[in-house]
């Protein structure tokens, strides 16, 4: 990858980086003082952190690569069931917490509600299929 493609690409990855490190700065907590822990059940936590990744995994992917839609679904489900797989090891190295595969389990269902959304939205018409455009379609030509 050249230089001039590199800077074309940055902006779209940028954001899924970042959200990368808030999931391992949140994993590197104790149990106890991780935000949310007592607003929300824990699973919803770990399924809506991988619901946001897995978006912006698939912005930056279904803006910056050729690959298909469906591609880039079994993309983003591979990256972030590893990214999840890696987060529950990573925690078993903080004090408090420890890997479990419950969680890892929500991760990927997390990722998985995004695509059934997708899905739906365009199956739902002329306004879905708009807006499923609008999320999902490829800006340029990389």
């Not at 004090?95 to 059934?116: E, K, M, P, Q, W």
Request: aromatic share 16%; glycine share 6%.
């Amino acid at each position: 990858m050249g230089i001039k493609k590199l800077i074309q690409v940055f902006p779209y990855w940028v954001s899924t980086v970042l959200w990368m490190g808030v999931i391992y700065y949140l994993s590197s907590l104790p149990d106890d003082i991780t935000p949310g822990r007592h607003v929300m059940p824990d699973k919803i936590l770990h399924a809506a952190e991988y619901f946001i990744l897995a978006y912006l995994i698939l912005f930056a992917l279904q803006r910056t690569t050729k690959l298909k839609f469906s591609s880039s679904f079994w993309a983003v489900l591979i990256f972030g069931a590893l990214y999840a797989l890696s987060d529950e090891i990573h925690q078993l190295y903080v004090a408090t917490r420890h890997c479990d595969y419950g969680d890892l389990i929500a991760d990927i269902c997390g990722i998985v509600i995004l695509f059934f959304l997708l899905w739906l939205l365009r199956k739902s018409g002329n306004w879905g299929n708009t807006v499923f455009n609008l999320l999902t379609n490829k800006e340029n030509d990389y």
